[in-house]
């Protein structure tokens, strides 16, 4: 805390000139007969009218509303009194206020904030404002921040400028264009995005379409708000799926005309490749590597950011620490798009109790409670806990368990499992695991740290890390693209790679940049990794094969799976040179993408629908690669197929993701068999049981 924060309370106390008082006091008697209670209520009234008669005392109200528990520095800062000799003058404004209520200060964490009487005179204010307008019987605004104005066309100028980097003279001209229009309509009633659809087609008429950009109002249009109330089926999440989706609209809106590169954007919009959450892009990471002993350690503290909830202290019993686990949960949740893997689960719990059984109950507890965070996508984020098998094997079993009553009673889990068999060995847990499998468990097993989606966490210190994805490449576009040359197709991914590697690099520069203004306030109190440098880019691949084998038409001997080799490893080395050139690790995973169809839709609507049903062999392109469960114990570690994938997850340092289907059918035991030889066989893969 600054010294100016730490002697506030001397300077709202302090005497102040008379002449700093630019209202009027009205502390005197009430002499006018009647109850005195009513003298009193009345003498109050009186009182907040002179505080509101300060324009000072109105704009500390208006930042306080607008930004939320403020300590006394940033208020006086925001409040415009940034000079020594005017702290006197604001301590007084801030004192008039704390003495009718206005303003609160939270003691425990020296930040003020804003009253419900305070709002309420902000409102009386506003209204008072906007029927003066009214009554005064000239043409007036509706703003976007909920106020009414006078018209005054020297805004529309100042906005060009301010907003659209227009020179003063070309503003001043499409103004006065704009001006003409808008008297002409003869109304009383106007709205700002009125005026601003009015700059906008202005512009457009002139040539200026990268001015209407910049200036272009972004959000979603009324029937697709209608249409979002009405087919209320698809809302799974409740009011919180309404919210996410028209703000994640706008933001998605603001990248792709606005805040990606203009190749990219067209790349994406073309289904050259694909950007999820594209409303998420620069706001957070996608996976992230967290220790738990890290999370727990100081317990919850958040800076002053999430004011709502309720700050714990670090835990000392399993049972502090049951509270604590789902709070640290559900807020690092919202801090990632895709998956925040947790790791040192083990460790921490062993330290806390030796009974198996209240670890267990806690942990159903811990999960159940945990399930309830915030999806920020109709793809919520997952929360993972790698599992190493080389600790204590009941305990371990314990979590096993645990995790199973859990999924048993979840219909779609969005907590996962990553069992790191590393230095373990899958046979000592395959039992328990063949009934997670059976139930429908989101597991993967891995040698060394992963996510549930095989995403690699290179870093083999506990520092946390994060993993910036979220964009794929579409290869059977670029082969179809390619006239069946394989060469010219490697250059036409070299030429793609290069500025979606940079526009990635931009985004990595965004999300840190907000976290360390703390609108993450887990990873920016929990982590330093942005400073560490543990942070890294991901780029995904999809429809390999059908690119390499159906389109290209290299056939499926020695000879095409070389090419197949080759295209990777041609990307991985881009990758890593790009990479260094911009000081950033690069690499090249091949796992699970959302919004597949829309690359078979847009390919279909260019290439022909019967061209693309040719080369797929269900109904999308293939993600990463898959194993026939029912064929696995005839395979051995010499096998063609177990060869080909395991030079594939040599080449790709990003992630491999190998999917390994069971009919809903399959028994446990057999499930259990297959869990085992997989293990033997691979450095990861992911089991999935089929719904009937």
């Known amino acids: 805390m600054g010294k100016q924060d730490a002697d506030f309370e001397e300077e709202l106390n302090m005497d102040v000139d008379d002449d700093v008082d630019d209202d009027l006091d009205l502390e005197v008697d009430d002499d006018s007969p009647g109850d005195g209670r009513l003298q009193s209520t009345s003498k109050r009234v009186r009182m907040i009218f002179s505080v509101m008669a300060s324009p000072n005392r109105i704009d500390i109200l208006r930042i306080l509303n607008s930004k939320g528990p403020l300590t006394y520095s940033e208020l006086k800062s925001l409040a415009g009194f940034k000079s020594k000799k005017e702290s006197g003058k604001f301590a007084y404004h801030l004192r008039k206020l704390l003495r009718q209520s206005l303003v609160a200060l939270n003691k425990s964490e020296r930040r003020y904030t804003i009253t419900n009487l305070g709002k309420l005179v902000l409102s ?73 659809e009015m700059v906008n087609n202005v512009l457009l008429e002139h040539g200026h379409e990268e001015y209407r950009n910049k200036l272009a109002r972004l959000g979603m249009p009324v029937f697709e708000v209608q249409e979002m109330f009405t087919n209320v089926e698809n809302i799974r999440n409740g009011v919180e799926d309404v919210l996410f989706t028209s703000g994640k609209n706008t933001l998605a809106e603001y990248l792709l005309t606005n805040s990606l590169p203009k190749d990219i954007a067209d790349s994406h919009l073309s289904g050259e490749l694909h950007i999820s959450n594209l409303g998420l892009w620069s706001l957070i990471p996608d996976t992230i590597f967290l220790n738990l002993k890290d999370l ?44 925040v893997v947790i790791d040192d689960l083990t460790t921490v719990l062993g330290k806390f109790s030796k009974n198996t059984s209240d670890i267990e109950k806690m942990l159903v507890d811990v999960f159940t409670m945990s399930s309830t965070s915030i999806s920020l996508d109709k793809s919520p984020t997952v929360l993972s806990f790698r599992i190493p098998l080389l600790t204590d094997k009941k305990l371990i079993n314990t979590i096993f368990s645990a995790y199973n009553t859990f999924v048993n009673l979840t219909p779609s889990p969005k907590i996962g499992l990553i069992v790191d068999y590393e230095k373990g060995k ?58 069946k040359d394989e060469t010219y197709f490697r ?13 990635m690099a931009t985004r990595k520069k965004d999300v840190s940049d907000l976290i360390r203004r703390g609108v993450n306030p887990i990873l920016a109190e929990k982590t330093q990794f942005m400073q560490k440098s543990n942070s890294s880019l991901v780029l995904n691949f999809v429809g390999l094969k059908e690119a390499i084998h159906k389109i290209l038409g290299h056939k499926e001997d020695k000879e095409g799976k070389e090419i197949l080799n080759k295209v990777l490893q041609t990307a991985v080395d881009i990758a890593h040179k790009k990479g260094q050139e911009i ?62 994938y395991n030079k594939i997850s040599k080449i790709l340092d990003g992630g491999l993701l190998v999917k390994l289907p069971f009919e809903a059918k399959t028994k446990d035991a057999d499930i259990k068999k297959v869990l085992e030889k997989a293990s033997s066989l691979i450095s990861s893969f992911k089991p999935i049981k089929i719904k009937n």
């Not at 008072?128 to 005054?152: A, Q």
Request: hydrophobic share 35%; with cysteine.
């Open 426 to 483: 899958v046979a000592d847990h395959s039992e328990i695991l063949a009934q997670t499998v059976s139930l429908g468990g989101n597991i993967t097993f891995s040698k060394g740290m992963c996510s549930t989606n095989a995403i690699r966490n290179s870093n083999k210190t506990s520092e946390p890390s994060i993993k910036l994805g979220s964009l794929t490449i579409n290869l059977p576009r670029l082969a179809l693209e390619s006239s």
């Open 296 to 339: 727990i350690d100081d317990g919850i503290e958040l800076k002053g950011k999430c004011p709502g909830v309720t700050r714990v202290s670090a835990p000392k019993t399993l049972d502090d620490l049951s509270k604590l686990l789902p709070m640290i949960f559900n807020l690092v949740s919202k801090e990632s798009s895709q998956e």
């Open 124 to 196: 009386l204010a506003r209204q008072i404002e906007e029927r003066s307008i009214i009554e005064s019987g000239k043409m007036y605004v509706r703003t976007s921040h909920d106020s009414i104005e006078e018209f005054n066309s020297d805004k529309i100028i100042q906005s060009l400028v301010r907003e659209g980097s227009l020179p003063l003279e070309l503003s001043q001209k499409i103004t006065e264009e704009v001006e003409n229009r808008i008297y002409k309509f003869q109304t009383t009633y106007l709205t700002g995005s009125l005026i601003r």
């Open 583 to 644: 000081g950033i690790d690069v690499s090249i995973a091949m796992v699970d993408s959302d919004e597949l169809t829309r690359f078979v839709t847009l390919d279909s609507e260019k290439y022909g629908k019967n061209s693309i049903m040719d080369v797929l062999d269900g109904n999308l392109y293939s993600q990463g690669l898959e194993l026939n469960s029912g064929e696995l114990d005839k395979l051995t570690s010499k096998s063609e197929i177990i060869s080909d």
């Open 491 to 503: 250059a036409r991914l070299v030429l793609l790679m290069k500025p979606a590697i940079t526009a």
